[in-house]
């Protein structure tokens, strides 16, 4: 996905209702494989192709709460971290377990990061240390005392593995070398955020000047934090002499809590934050512009995670759900609504004696029936014809005929109304306005239950969107079915659509609404 100065839509293609606990953590492999970490002592391990869990999932290991998983930049190995105060490599194709460390005080470990060289990963515990693992011998190679005064519940590596920083639960920020064994912190803020650090990540880009040993390199860090805020930093290292310069570049608002987690796309153009305020929302990095916000959890959000091509976004909740959104840019959108638009063929190709399309108020009533499998109704074929609905019949066809003929699903009604309003008037349907309504706004804007534009458009559990006015209506009537289906709704949450609203309210200012 090509950075864009268009706002994104992000659609739910799945949800995973797996864990009994809250969900802690997602992170996404190389190859596209999603982990996710919960309160219920598992993780679980998914083939994004078809969500299915792989056979070496659960990853069962962990005694208590387990915060963060995290891949291996080969995504071989997952490393998970718990209130039981260990750190456990897994190998992720055979489920089995690589090495487990612990701190030295067995205190709680909070947050882990592989290197980008795949030889260390570090950890951060409530001991209020910092330790540096090496993951081919499995013993550590220092541990940080991190003068941090809180847990340590962030860090992360530069992209080149020759820095740490580390943030805190009191809300400072510490740069710390990765390679040499300084054992003091290089530069540090106690101001990163008021109330405490959540999370941070470095985006994947570095900046070089003079290059070689003694050059200069600025890499670019992303923290969130309980002041609702997420922040991205420059950092400017003198590679001759380890000196450190660390200046906040922008702020980004817009969540109404504290902001749980933060993480860069794999190619750094862009930046996802999941908040209490239970959204998730996706920026500009370069920017600070917010290109997206989606909201579908009903409790906080603690985690997101980009895919390997920024083209899924996962979310994980207190909720105990882990939600796969498929981001598209609107121009995208709008274009995939065409191309996969399935041209409905709404008048019967029957000819009479002469060759001549028959008009539908001349059909028989087995033509009508035929004309019903050609609009993927054809379960409705034998109630017409045993009725005697022939052309002139169905010329005259009302709902609450539609409903005496055993026709119940609303959205099934709408479209057999529709086609014969097409059949009569317009016997051929030009692609580029087949997915328009008669007054020529975009079907897909109105409310399948009262066809007009959605001004608060939500989505039910059956898959589509509506005003929520009008759904909300059908559901305090005591309706427990789907209006467009029939089908049972299992659940009666409402989920507000904002890429929807916002590609509406987007073409109602254009002046074409």
Not at 56 to 66: E, F, M
Not at 319 to 325: A, N, T
Not at 449 to 465: H, L, N, Q, S
Not at 474 to 495: A, E, N, R, V
Request: negative net charge; aromatic residues 8%.
């Amino acid at each position: 996905m090509s950075r864009s100065n268009q706002h994104f839509v992000a659609s739910l293609i799945h949800t995973i209702a797996t864990h009994t606990s809250d969900v802690n953590s997602v992170a996404f492999s190389p190859d596209g494989t999603l982990a996710t970490a919960s309160g219920d002592k598992t993780v679980r391990l998914w083939n994004t192709a078809d969500f299915s869990e792989l056979t070496a999932s659960p990853l069962v290991g962990h005694s208590y709460y387990v915060h963060c998983c995290t891949f291996s930049p080969f995504g071989t190995i997952l490393a998970t971290c718990s209130t039981d105060g260990k750190l456990i490599l897994w190998d992720v194709k055979s489920g089995s377990k690589v090495a487990t460390f612990q701190h030295s005080s067995k205190q709680s470990i909070r947050v882990c990061r592989f290197s980008p060289d795949s030889n260390y990963i570090v950890s951060g515990s409530d001991d209020e240390t910092l330790a540096l693992w090496d993951i081919t011998t499995k013993t550590l190679v220092r541990s940080y005392n991190t003068c941090h005064d809180a847990s340590v519940v962030a860090c992360a590596f530069t992209p080149d593995s020759t820095f740490i920083v580390s943030g805190s639960s009191n809300g400072d920020l510490r740069v710390w070398d990765a390679k040499y064994g300084h054992g003091k912190a290089l530069i540090y803020t106690l101001d990163c955020h008021d109330l405490g650090v959540t999370s941070c990540d470095f985006s994947p880009h570095i900046k070089v000047k003079d290059h070689g040993i003694s050059g200069c390199v600025t890499y670019e860090l992303a923290t969130s934090g309980q002041d609702n805020l997420v922040k991205i930093w420059e950092i400017t290292a003198d590679l001759s002499c380890a000196s450190v310069v660390l200046k906040q570049k922008l702020t980004l608002k817009g969540h109404e809590g504290t902001v749980d987690f933060c993480c860069y796309s794999s190619n750094g153009n862009f930046i996802a934050s999941a908040s209490i305020d239970k959204t998730v929302r996706v920026w500009d990095s370069s920017t600070g512009q917010q290109l997206c916000e989606v909201e579908g959890h009903t409790r906080y959000v603690t985690s997101c995670a980009f895919s390997n091509d920024s083209r899924l976004l996962a979310s994980g909740s207190n909720d105990k759900l882990v939600m796969i959104w498929k981001l598209t840019t609107q121009e995208d959108c709008i274009v995939n609504l065409l191309d996969n638009y399935k041209e409905p063929q709404c008048a019967l190709k029957t000819k009479d004696a002469n060759g001549v399309h028959k008009p539908m108020d001349s059909w028989s009533t087995e033509e009508v029936g035929d004309w019903l499998g050609q609009i993927d109704l054809g379960q409705y074929r034998d109630n017409f014809v045993s009725n005697a609905i022939d052309g002139t019949e169905l010329c005259n066809m009302n709902d609450k005929m539609l409903i005496d003929l055993g026709v119940a699903a609303m959205g099934h009604r709408n479209r057999i109304l529709r086609c014969i309003k097409t059949a009569q008037n317009k016997p051929t349907v030009s692609r580029s306005v087949s997915n328009l309504s008669d007054n020529g706004i975009p079907d897909e804007y109105l409310c399948p239950i009262t066809r007009e534009v959605m001004k608060d458009p939500v989505m039910a559990e059956d898959g589509y969107t509506y005003e929520r006015s009008a759904i909300q209506g059908w559901i305090d009537k005591g309706k427990d079915t789907s209006p467009m289906t029939s089908i049972p709704l299992k659940t009666k949450q409402l989920i507000p659509n904002r890429s929807l609203k916002m590609l509406i309210q987007n073409y109602l200012d254009s002046g074409k609404g």
